[in-house]
Structures are given as structure tokens and as C-alpha cells.
């Protein structure tokens, strides 16, 4: 079995960032290196699902709902049957921004920091901005909140949406354009399809590359009525592999959800259409991981988080009206680090990459799915395991080898049988696995602060820890905010990197019960310290469970918190501890604090040092 070249080199730039100082000062700007740079160009739609699994489509067999809008990529265009991704979130959307797998890029978690991208990462939305292109991306970014872990550092010059794993409210939820606090109108879904259709619409007239980010059927299962009717009663006609493990009240809101997801797809359609740039525009469409919940997904074995088909097979489809042959039906394996290459193929942009892609093209295969095209291996890693996958076969966590053409549900071991394909793919894991850096080795990285093109930053609960009492408000930390502050003792901290040396406004987003006002609150960094007494309370409920269509399982509600003015603090450039202290408690606890936001104060254009400018 011959493996594409290039997935075992490298070794020597193998996370380096594990012993390197972080340079934030170096990296506030991150451009992808281009051969020549295009005017002109197809647009671009990138439209991926959260959660959805590969059997979550009507167009691969689920009568249990109905996807026409974006059955019609597939039909328009091309279909590959065998697209593999991670088995979560964050790594699959790194793979797709990088070209690399995750194991390469700093991608090791899905919360507190370990979600985000390297900063020595070049992205798809770089190698477009470099070429001329419009850049917007919209919904869930799951890959680095602080500036430049960005959107808005990493080659998007738009951003709408949240940057955490998942949310915990989607009716009218807080959300941030281009860094700044927002507040979502309606349905999060249909509300960042509506910026992207804005920003479709303003970029008519000029190649763009836009980014429709989906955080949903992600859990919490919230979904509109008009969706949600139509499932709350229907009869499942087909269930999962093991119908006693389905949660059916679950499945049901996940295809609602799916249901709503199609239709939101259809308005960016309809939008091409209307504004006669369709048939200028590449849409591509396909899911992060396998289902979040066991429900019918074609017999496979697993589901998100695993390493089976089940967990790592998504869909994937490609439409270009006049240039992809329409209903093209592709075999050969492919997966989300071959994004990156086949669209900047597609859109003649030729790379010339800082670091060798684990992805290929798939231009060949989309203008001829005849194409010849070589057998090849695709590894799928996380947490220390790995599988691996030819076109034929699958080599599970375990070591077993399993015939996917003959047993699709990986029913029966054969490596006893196949002991040459066996070792073959024991052989090639063992290389990948010699590449993967050492499980001692601890994320090490601290929070970006104070880049002068993104003066604001927000350090969340999330990229906090707690000491004491104080504890989150659930145990999953990306929705969280921090509660049962009782003693002053108690403290929270984050570990962060100033970039730049100056005043920084402080606010915390906050509530207060009555009986807390009087709070006295101290942040310190290094030898600057500032404080502040809570003088009002604001103490609004919890929202979002009356929009559960079935109980949370680890996500916090949110509340509508206040942001509370601590005053100016003057930061030293380096390395330390932000330390939030109640030096004060009046009665049984403090306030809850959600996030502490940061915003660099402007220098007199006369006094800025050139060390503090950055290249854009």
C-alpha cells in the first residue's frame, strides 16, 4: 500500500510550540504565501454542519426527514462517498483551514486553549485574502478566541458568530462581529445565514470566499416551532443500529434541526441565483463529525467522538454549475485536509506552502470522477488513537482490520485472514504515531493580549481557572461562567501574554444579587492593580431552558450579564498571571463573573514606537 508522500516528514518542526517563547509580537499579522495573486476567480461558499452525521441527509437514504436544498449539491455537482473528518469538532475545522492534520497544529482539545490553531499555521482564508479575495466567515469558529487564534487574525476580514465549541442559548443569543459584543436577533442559525447572505450580497461584484460556520445539530436541541412540530409526534421509521441506544425525543429535535439547516441553505441558493452568481460559485457542503447521538446512520458502527466510520464519515458535496459534472459519484477516500488544496486548485491559486499539506486536490476527480486516481491512506487521530483507511479497508484503534466493501459495519475482524494488508496498516499507523508529540508534554500556551490591530480582547470563563470554591456553572467550560464565589479566598486566574505595553480599559461582564452589592473586586497583573466596589445589582435569570426540546447534558444556560467598568490599568509587555480577587464579600457570596475584557487604549499618533507596529 503506497502512502502519499509528505504525511511522515517534517519531524523536526513537530510542535514546536511546546518549547518556543510565543512571539505574539511577530505574529499579529498571518498572510499565506501565494505564487502570484488572482483578480478574478469563482466565489466560494464553504457551508459546514455541526454535528450532523453522514446519515442525517434524505439524499443518502434517511426517510426520516427531508434535506431537498442540500440534496441538490450533490445532484448539481458531486458527491464522495467516502469523506472522512475527525471524530470532533475543533481538529476537523483546523484540517479544513490548514491542509494538515490536527496532530500537527495545536489541536490536542475542544476547550480552555486547547481548541486553538497554531499561530505559525497559515489558513484557507489566508491564501484567499492574499488573492484578492472578499474573506467573511460566519457562525462557530471553535479554533482561538483571542486575537491573532482570531477569525479576524487568521485571514477573515469579516466575522460573525462565536468563537467557543458550542453556545448555550440559540434564541437571540450573545454573540460578536469582528470582535465586539453583539447581540443575535432570533434563531441562530437563520441569524448567521442572514449576515452571510449580507455579505454575499456586498461582495457581488468581486471573487469572495465565504465561510457558513453551523453550530447546529450541536446540543442544546433547540430549534424553531415551524421545524420542530412537524417531528415532535412522528413515528422514527428508521432508527439506530441498536434502537435501545437511541434517545428518540433527541433524534427527533436533531432532525429538526437538520430540517431548519436545509432550509437556511436553500436562502444562500436562492440568494446566488438571484443575484445570477451561481454559476460563478463553488458550494461546498459537509459535517464536522459523526451524529451526536446514536440514531440511523447507514449501519455503521460509532458515532461522534469515535474513531469508527461511524464517527469519522460525513458527507461531503461540491457544486459548480457548468464546470463539476452533475450527480458525479466519487468512491476513492478523501478527507477534510484535502479542502484547502482542491478549492485553491479549483480557484487557480497556486500555494506555495510554508509547511508540506497532508491534503490533495480533488480537482481531477470533480471535472472527471474517471479520473485515475492512486489508492491512498487517510488517518484519523485523537486523544492517542488512531485509525486508518483505504478505499478497501479500515484499521481500528484496536488493531483490527475490517473490509469495508464487504462489511461496511465492521462486524468482523480480518487480520488473521489479510495478515499482509494487516501488518501493511500496523506499519504505516506506527509511522504516523512516531510523528504525534509526547502525551507528557503539556499545552503551554498563554492567552493572546493587546495586538494594536485588534485593541479589545476577551478573556472568557472558559480560558480561566478557578481556585477555591469558585466553580463553573457546567461541567463542559466553552458556555460557562463562573459562580459560587463565597470566600475571599477564592480567586480565578488566566494565564496571558501582553503583546503590547500601554493602558488597558478593564470591564468584567458580571451579575450581582442584591445581596452581594458592596463587592469589592481587585484584577492585578504583574505590578498594576486596579479595583473597583459593585455598586448596583443586576441579577437577571437564567435563560435557554425553556427552549430545550430535551434536557442539557453538560452545557451551562447563560444570563444576560452587565458589563461592570473596572478602570484603566497600565500592562507591561511579557508574560503572567491576570489575577481577579473580591478583596470584600458583604454577604454569603460575590458576584458571577462570565469574562474580563481588555481594550488597548490609543496612542497619540506622534509617540507610537515603530517596535509596537505590525505588517500587515
Sequence with gaps: MKILSGHFTNLTERWRWFALPLLVSLLCSNHFAVQGAATTGPNIVVILADDQGWGDLSINGNTNLSTPRIDSLARSGAMFDRFYV?????????????????????????????????????????????????????????????????????????????????????????????????????????????????????????????????????????VPDRFYNQFKDRPLGMRARNPAQENVAHTRAALAMCENMDWNVGRILDTLAALHIDDQTIVLYFSDNGPNGWRWNGGMKGRKGSLDEGGIRAPLFVSWPGHIPKGSAIPHVSAAVDLLPT????????????????????????????????????????????????????????????????????????????????KSLLDSASNFMADLPSPAKQDQRPFTVGCREFPMTQLPARDGVPHGGIRRSANAPNCSFFENWTTT?????????????????????????????????????????????????????????????????????????????????????????LTLRATHIPAAKAIDVRSVVLTLQPLPSTSRAPSEKHQN
Design 86 to 222: 475527525s471524530p470532533l469538532c475543533s481538529p476537523t475545522r483546523a484540517e479544513f483551514l490548514s491542509g494538515r492534520y490536527n496532530h500537527r497544529l495545536g489541536v490536542h482539545g475542544v476547550t480552555t486553549g486547547a481548541e486553538r490553531l497554531s499561530l505559525d499555521e497559515k489558513t484557507i482564508a489566508d491564501a484567499f485574502q492574499a488573492a484578492g479575495y472578499r474573506t467573511g466567515a460566519f457562525g462557530k469558529w471553535h479554533n482561538g478566541a483571542q486575537y491573532p487564534y482570531h477569525p479576524n487574525g487568521r485571514g477573515f476580514e469579516e466575522f460573525y458568530g462565536f468563537c467557543s465549541g458550542h453556545w448555550g442559548t440559540y434564541f437571540d443569543p450573545p454573540l460578536e462581529h469582528n470582535g465586539k459584543p453583539v447581540q443575535g436577533k432570533g434563531y441562530i442559525a437563520d441569524d448567521f445565514t442572514d449576515h452571510a447572505i449580507d455579505f454575499i450580497r456586498s461582495s457581488k461584484d468581486r471573487p469572495f470566499f465565504c465561510y457558513v460556520a453551523f453550530n447546529t445539530p450541536h446540543s442544546p436541541m433547540q
Design 489 to 577: 479566598g477564592d480567586f480565578i486566574t488566566w494565564d496571558i501574554e501582553v503583546a503590547t505595553a500601554g493602558a488597558y480599559t478593564v470591564e468584567i461582564l458580571h451579575t450581582c444579587p442584591p445581596n452581594a452589592i458592596g463587592t469589592e473586586i481587585e484584577l492585578r497583573f504583574q505590578d498594576a492593580t486596579v479595583c473597583k466596589r459593585v455598586a448596583k445589582h443586576h441579577d437577571p435569570p437564567l435563560r435557554g431552558a425553556d427552549h430545550d426540546r430535551v434536557p442539557r447534558q453538560g452545557e451551562s444556560y447563560v444570563k444576560d450579564f452587565k458589563p461592570l467598568a473596572l478602570g484603566t490599568m497600565t500592562l507591561p509587555k511579557g508574560r503572567g498571571l
Design 343 to 422: 478549492l485553491t486548485d479549483l480557484a487557480r491559486i497556486p500555494l506555495a506552502p510554508a509547511k508540506p499539506l497532508d491534503g490533495v486536490s480533488l480537482k481531477p476527480l470533480l471535472m472527471d470522477p474517471k479520473a485515475p486516481w492512486p489508492d491512498r491512506l487517510i488517518f484519523s487521530h485523537w486523544n492517542g488513537k488512531l485509525s486508518v483507511r483505504s478505499r478497501q479497508y479500515r484499521l481500528d484503534p484496536a488493531g483490527q482490520l475490517f473490509d469495508m466493501e464487504a462489511d461496511p459495519g465492521q462486524q468482523t475482524n480480518i487480520a488473521q485472514h489479510r495478515p499482509g494488508m494487516h
